[in-house]
């Protein structure tokens, strides 16, 4: 009889300590939802899962890559280098839009390395639009295509990178054609290397630091100077892709390219959105 009612008991506090523990999840979610109405990210990530605007820039570059790969081919000497391209991975040939979700659905509003350093792993990836075509067409043409990326997942950082470009069924992804930096984003040694024995016809990024380190500045006008300096490059040699939510672009704004989640960062954010607004005092 003891027993019978010590049992009623604990489960009658079980019963208790798990509808608590629902209900603390349905407060912590609604609090993270009506936090999200004022989420930093909400703009850009939507543009990135919605815009038709933003495949179709994808689609615009490589047909512009594949139109310099095209007249490259056209105008090969005999006995010149063999061509090859050099791309950048995420957010050019790799899209992780369903991360971004997932990232507002936590209520976080700045970049998370933990929880990205989850996501990779789990290979959800998409190819971005175009992707496929472009680099099956340069395989196809003798073109090398080549990928380097700058990423750190610890030791297993290269081959999750290499078991998520192929499971789009990417080509020549292997180990001579595939270059994960892990201890700095520089990617300019790797680029030397392979233009010493190929003619490199166009680099591909969502970043400028994948075209030339020299952009890698901490400060937003120097930045944009530099690449004016550049601007015959664009188009030509440096195929550019759209990227509103990571990139060294947050790094000229708050001097680290993956900020803290702070007030203080999201003023400095605020002041960088507004440094051009009208006052009509
Ligand atoms: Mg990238």
Known sequence: MVLARNSRRIFLLLLIAIASQVVAQKAQSQAAGSENLRNN???????????AEHRALFYQGFSLARMRVELALARREPGAKPLAIVSDVDETLLLANDYWGYLLNQGQDFFDDA???RWV???????SPGALQFLRFCAANQVEVF????????EDTFELALANLQAVGFPNVDEEHLTVLRASS??????QRIAQEYEV????GDNLNDFARKYYS?????????MEADR???????ILFPNPTDGHWIRAIFGDSEPPPSDDNRQKFLEAATRSAWDPR
Do not use: C, H, M
Request: proline share 2%.
């Open 232 to 238: 015959d490059l664009y188009g030509r040699n440096y």
């Open 121 to 127: 792993p789990e290979n959800r990836f998409t190819a």
């Open 218 to 226: 901490t400060d937003v006008d120097a930045r944009l100077e530099l």
């Open 41 to 51: 990210l909400v703009y850009a990530v939507a543009w990135k899962q919605t815009a």
């Open 115 to 117: 929880s990205w350093d």
């Open 186 to 191: 520089n990617k300019e040694i790797v680029q």
């Open 147 to 154: 990928y380097v990326t700058n990423r750190d997942q610890g």
């Open 201 to 204: 016809v166009v680099y591909l």
